[in-house]
């Protein structure tokens, strides 16, 4: 697999992975209360790549 390649399969990811990365933290931000504290989710939103953000909408966010 050439270099050109590898780019055109890796850039997609980092793309989405930057895109879920802001809106979670833009929604942790404006969250009045979440389950558990926000700096918590916050760490595992930056550090646990896409499986992070996903897991703060799935279980992180309360119901309003």
């Keep these: 697999m050439d270099s050109?390649?590898?780019l055109q399969i890796l850039l997609p990811i980092a793309i989405l992975q930057i895109i879920l990365l802001v809106t979670a933290l833009v929604s942790l931000i404006k969250q009045e209360?979440?389950?558990?504290?926000?700096?918590?989710?916050?760490?595992?939103?930056?550090?646990?790549?896409?499986?992070?953000?996903?897991?703060?909408?799935?279980?992180?966010?309360?119901?309003?």
Excluded at 49 to 60: M, R
Aim: net charge positive; aromatic share 14%.
């Design 4 to 6: 050109t390649t590898l």
């Design 33 to 64: 209360h979440t389950n558990g504290p926000k700096w918590l989710w916050a760490i595992i939103i930056v550090f646990v790549n896409i499986i992070g953000p996903v897991l703060y909408f799935i279980i992180g966010r309360k119901e309003r």
